[in-house]
């Protein structure tokens, strides 16, 4: 007989045993602030619900990460256990705008819409 696994999980708890923060306080007054999304919903709630499959973005280090809840935490272990709770979304490169080159610029143009004369 296996024993019934909750479903979801406190928002502050799971960032905590996931290791994303260095205590729960910590984790609960990120979300009270208005910084963490679920699935692009802004929440202000430290009880908010995490399931398998939502989608989180925060605030980490210098940058935002957007993460995707792999599994639920039954305690805080080591991070290598951590680590197994989710995973990393990356970064999609932003699309290119017409004229642009692969390196995202632009080349510069006269008032007539031609080149510049340096660049032609």
Avoid: F
Avoid at 40 to 62: C, F, I, S, Y
Avoid at 70 to 83: D, I, T, Y
Avoid at 97 to 114: S, V
Wanted: glycine letters at 8%; one cysteine or more; hydrophobic letters at 40%.
């Amino acid at each position: 007989m296996t024993p019934d696994l909750p479903h979801h999980q406190r928002l502050d708890a799971w960032l905590w045993c996931a290791r994303l923060v260095k205590s729960r306080t910590r984790a609960a007054a990120l979300v009270r602030e208005g910084r963490v999304r679920i699935n692009r919903q802004p929440t202000g709630k430290p009880h908010a619900r995490v399931r398998p499959g939502d989608v989180l973005t925060l605030p980490l280090g210098n940058g935002v990460k957007v993460l995707s809840v792999r599994a639920l935490a039954v305690r805080r272990g080591p991070a290598a256990a951590a680590s197994l709770l989710y995973d990393e979304v990356p970064e999609m490169p932003a699309p290119l705008l017409p004229g642009e080159d692969e390196a995202g610029i632009q080349p510069r143009r006269d008032r007539g819409g031609r080149p510049m004369e340096t660049e032609r």
